[in-house]
């Protein structure tokens, strides 16, 4: 289409070359959305990727934790924002915005989240999804011990490290290969 914007660097599969179980997982985004997110119709170059990706991804940020849902977005927008990563800024900051139905909370933890206002525990899960994303060599079974000093289990430390790996992964993707966000994420949860 002449003048329609890029959506990625590489090409994007047509609805009729997709396998039914990928159409199938758009379909919940189409109904509570209006759209289909853009990772999902571009990750789908590789459609059995996707269907993995996507089944970590429903575990990792829906499933079991002692963090909840909005706590696990705050760290994808942390994170997204240490890699500069638009799509996912985009994504997990309008995400963020409607899971805590605070845009202002939203918008300042990705502009700052050591100066936004957290408690303590959510601040220093943050700091540490920061470190292991910006400073992985580094890492210590201090920053674990902090961790727990702030009240986390292992088993959230555990969940709050996998969430960091998740999008530090999914960052590099969506930034080495040129995604462009949904231009409906910026009106989301305002």
Do not use: Q
């Amino acid at each position: 289409m002449p003048g329609a914007e890029r959506l990625s660097w590489l090409r994007v599969p047509t609805e009729d070359e997709l396998p039914p179980d990928v159409l199938e997982l758009w379909r919940p985004s189409l109904e509570k959305l209006g759209f289909v997110p853009n990772v999902l119709r571009l990750y789908a170059l590789r459609p059995s990727r996707l269907l993995a990706w996507n089944a970590w991804y429903d575990e990792a940020m829906k499933g079991d934790s002692g963090l909840t849902k909005a706590e696990r977005e705050m760290i994808a927008v942390v994170v997204s924002v240490a890699n500069r990563c638009p799509y996912c800024i985009a994504a997990h900051g309008a995400a963020l915005r409607k899971l805590t139905k605070d845009a202002a909370l939203a918008d300042a933890i990705a502009a700052d989240h050591t100066t936004a206002p957290l408690e303590p525990r959510v601040r220093a899960m943050l700091d540490y999804a920061l470190a292991l994303t910006l400073r992985p060599a580094t890492m210590s079974e201090d920053d674990v011990v902090a961790l727990r000093a702030a009240g986390w289990s292992d088993e959230d430390v555990m969940d709050i490290a996998e969430v960091t790996g998740l999008f530090n992964m999914s960052n590099r993707m969506a930034s080495g290969l040129g995604w462009a966000p949904n231009p409906e994420y910026e009106s989301l949860g305002r």
